[in-house]
């Protein structure tokens, strides 16, 4: 794991879409099995490929699987983190950092999401609902799927705010009781 995941308050956008497609799409968990074996960069890349509005299946193995979920959550979290991140980072440095990784084939940096204010919330909803229409998924599934990845954004911003890690427990509290009354 990159030092940039690990950083409080931010989540890796291949949580995020693990998490929302468990949710909302469990039929497409496998897709998401299958894409844990590329970098995130290289995940983005064969999205786009198959992302161009029809309705086709991911090319490694998985048949009539048609995707539509899994695209749509990867490619606006993605690039939503990434347009966030832009504003902090030198866009030559971002360069050059990409080119090193491309001659020396190592896998890119993992694409994390920081926490969001409520104004970026809204436009990552937008985007869902707006790339899953245009994908071809009902009015009230998309809006669904937008609330989902909205809901596990937030999550992580809340619990960056109150030190929780992702299964619940405070930050360096290996009990999930410590220091309250016992459950009865």
Known sequence: MSSEASVQGTVRVRDVVRDVVAEVAPEESS?????AQFDDAAVVRLLKQKGNG???????????????????????????????????????????RSLVRRILRRRSAEVTVPSLAPEQLAEVHRQVLEAATRRGLERE???????AVVARLTLSAMQAQTGESAD?????????????????
């Open 54 to 96: 029809r309705r086709e299946p991911l090319g490694f193995g998985l048949g009539e699987i048609a995707v539509m979920a899994t695209p749509v959550v990867w490619l606006v979290v993605d690039q939503a983190a990434r347009q966030i991140g832009s504003v902090a980072a030198d866009g030559a440095t971002v360069g050059a």
């Open 141 to 147: 599934r998309a809006e669904v799927l937008a609330d």
């Open 31 to 35: 897709v998401i099995a299958g894409l």
């Open 168 to 184: 619940g427990h405070r930050n360096g509290d290996a009990s999930s009781g410590a220091g309250g009354p016992a459950a009865e």
